[in-house]
C-alpha cells in the first residue's frame, strides 16, 4: 500500500504547487514586443536569411539605444537545433540580424532576448511558410560544411 | 553426454537467462521491480503534466513537448529492438490502475459484443495518430499533457470497472504497438523447463497465488497468457507476475533469437488463439503499417503539394477532413494491395478459401512496418537527443531564478550528423525490410510453397521499402498549418 499513498501525496503535491504557483514556467513579463520589418528573401526561403525587425515598448515607442539583442529561430517541433545570432541596431529601433539562416522549411518561431534598463526581455515573432528553396543550405545544427537540406 | 557438453549447456542456459546475470538477475527477482521502474516513469510523467499545463507554450521550451516526442518514442523503439517491452514494463499509468483496481475490485469481464479483441485498440490507433496530425499534438505541449491525463483516466477507469489487464489488452493503443515492435526483440518471458509444468497442478503463472486466508498474494498474468502455452511476445508486457507467482521459479526472462518463433500465424497461442483466424490482429498490423508510413509522409514537404491538390480537386477545405480522408486512403490502399497479394498468393497455391494467402502473410508486414516507425522515431532522437540538457537548465533557471547547471546552452541538439543520422535510418528501413522478407521466405518454406506464390508480397514489401527510402530522402517541413 506504500507505493499508492506516495501516488496520492505526489497526486496532491503537484496539484498544490501548480495551483499555488498559478503561472508559467519561465514566463517573464515583458512589455517589448517584435514587429518584423523585412525578412529577406521574400518569400522567406530554406538557406541564409537576413532578418529586420522592430523593438516596441509597451507605448508602442520603438526602442533604441540597444546596441544588439539575441536571436533565436527555432520550429514548432521539438529536437531541432534552433540558429542562434546576433542582430545589431541599425537606427530608429530597427534591428538586422547577422547569419542568421533557416534551416528547414515550415513555420518558424524568432525569439528575440535582450536587456533592457537592467531588465531581461523575451519577445516572439512568427514567421510561416518558410519554403524550400534552390538554395544549398546548411543543415541543422550538425555540420557547418556545405551539407545538403536535411532530408526526411 | 560428455561432461563438456554438459557445461556447455549450462552456460548457454545461464547466459540466455536473464534472472540468472549478476544485478540484473538479482533485480528482476525482486518482486518491486515492475513498481519501482514504474515510479521513476510516474515521476517523469509528473513532470510533463506540470509543464505542459503551466510551462512555457513552445514545444522545444517544455518537457511535455521535447520528452515524449523526442526521447520517449525514440527510447521505445531502442528498447524494443535492444531488450525487451521495457515501456509497458515501466508503463506509469497502470500504478492508479492498481488502485483503482484495489478500490473497485472489478468482477465483470470485458464485454465480448463490444469490441472485442483488438478492434477497439486498432480504432483507438488510427483515431490517436489523425488527431497528432490535425491538432499538431507535438507542437502542443498543453494538449500533450491533456493526452497524457487521458491515459491515466482511461486505464483507471477501465480497469477499475472491468477485472483483469483490460485497458492493456483491448484498449492501449501504445501496448499494441509495443506488442508489435516487440516481434523483433530479443528477449521473451518464457519457462525455463517445460516438463515442470507438466507435472503444475496450481497454474499460479495464470491463476496467481493466494494465501491460505483465500487473500491473493501474487497476481498471474492479467492478459491470460499461460506460460506452457505461450508463443512468443505477442500481449505480454512483461510485467513479469507470472515470473513472481510461479511456486517452482520456472518462468524467466530469456534471450532468443528475434521475430523466429513469431512466423507462423497457425501456432495455437496463449491468450490470443490462431492468428490466421484473428482479423483484428491481421488489420492491427496492417494499420500500424500504413500508419507507420503515413505519419513519416506528414513531416515531409510533399504531403503540403497533395493535401493542397486535394482540397482544390475535392472542394474541402477543412484539414482535419482532408486528414481523415488520406488516412482513410492510406490503409485502404495498403489493405487493398495486401488483399490482392493474399488472393494471387491463394491460386497460386491452389489454396481455398481466397483469404488464405492474406491470412497467413500479412504478418510479413510488421517488420517492415516497425522498421518505418524505427527510422522516423530514431531520426527525432538522433538530431535532437541532446536538448534535454539546455531544457534541463532553462527549468532549473525559472524554478530557481539561478542558473545551478548553468545557461541554456540551446545549440545542443544532436548526437550525430545529418549524414550518419539519414545513412542510419535509412539502414534501420532496410533492417526491417530485411525482416519481412526473410519472415515471407520461412513462412513460404514452412508451407511448402513455390517462390512464385509469395512474388506477389515480395512485390508488396518491395514496393513500400521502395516509398520508405523516398519518404527519408524527402525535405522535412513543418507548419502548423497544412493549407498554409
Known sequence: MWILRLIVVLALFTVSVSVSTACQRGQQHSTVTVEIVSVEPSPPLVGP???????????????????????EGTMSHAGMKPVIVQAREEGDGVFVTQGFEFTMAG?????????????????????????????????????????????Y | MTLRTTLTQGISRSLSDLQRWPILGYWLRWRHARTSAQVVLLMLA?????????????????????????????????????????????CPFLLPRRLAQRLFQPRRAWPRWLLPGKWLALLLLVLFFWAYEAFDLWASPLLTAWVIIAYFVAAFLIDGFFRGAAFCKHVCPIGQFNFLG????????????????????????????????GQLIQRGCELGLFQPRKVGNLDCTFCLDCVHACPVNNVTVQLRVPVLAEIDPTANRSGIGR????????????????LGFLNAFGMVSPIYRLLQWLSQTLHITNEAVLLAFLFA???????????????????????????????RFVYSLAPLGFGMWTAHYLFHF?????????????????????????????QLASLLTIDKVNDLVLLVLALGFFGSTLWALVLARQLHLQFKAILPWLVLLVGLFLFGVWLLSQPMEMRGTLLG
Open chain 1, 49 to 71: 536569411t537576413e532578418l529586420r525587425f522592430r523593438l516596441r515598448d509597451d507605448r508602442g515607442q520603438p526602442i533604441s539605444g540597444l546596441g544588439s539583442v539575441e536571436v
Open chain 1, 107 to 151: 513555420d518558424w518561431i524568432i525569439i528575440v532576448r535582450g536587456t533592457r534598463n537592467g531588465q531581461a526581455f523575451e519577445a516572439r515573432h512568427t514567421i510561416s511558410g518558410v519554403r524550400s528553396g534552390i538554395q544549398s543550405p546548411k543543415t541543422p545544427g550538425h555540420d557547418h560544411g556545405a551539407s545538403p537540406t536535411p532530408t
Open chain 2, 46 to 90: 509528473l513532470l510533463l503534466l506540470y509543464d505542459g499545463f503551466f510551462g512555457p507554450p513552445l514545444a522545444p521550451k517544455n518537457y511535455a513537448g521535447v520528452l515524449p516526442w523526442v526521447h520517449w518514442r525514440g527510447l521505445v523503439v531502442l528498447a524494443l529492438l535492444f531488450a525487451g517491452n521495457l515501456f509497458c514494463f515501466a
Open chain 2, 182 to 213: 516487440s516481434l523483433a526483440s530479443p528477449t521473451v518471458v518464457s519457462v525455463r523447463d517445460p516438463t515442470v509444468c507438466t507435472r503444475c497442478t496450481t497454474k499460479d503463472c495464470i491463476r496467481g497465488r493466494f494465501a491460505a486466508t
Open chain 2, 275 to 290: 492468428l490466421s483466424t484473428r482479423p483484428d490482429w491481421m488489420l492491427l498490423v496492417l494499420g500500424l503499417t500504413a
Open chain 2, 329 to 359: 486512403t492510406g490503409i485502404g490502399m495498403l489493405g487493398v494491395a495486401a488483399v490482392l497479394a493474399g488472393v494471387v498468393t491463394s491460386l497460386l497455391a491452389d489454396a481455398r478459401p481466397l483469404w488464405w494467402g492474406f491470412q
Open chain 2, 382 to 410: 538522433l538530431t535532437g537527443a541532446l536538448t534535454i540538457v539546455p531544457l534541463t537548465q532553462s527549468f532549473i533557471l525559472d524554478t530557481l531564478g539561478y542558473p545551478l547547471l548553468g545557461w541554456p546552452a540551446w
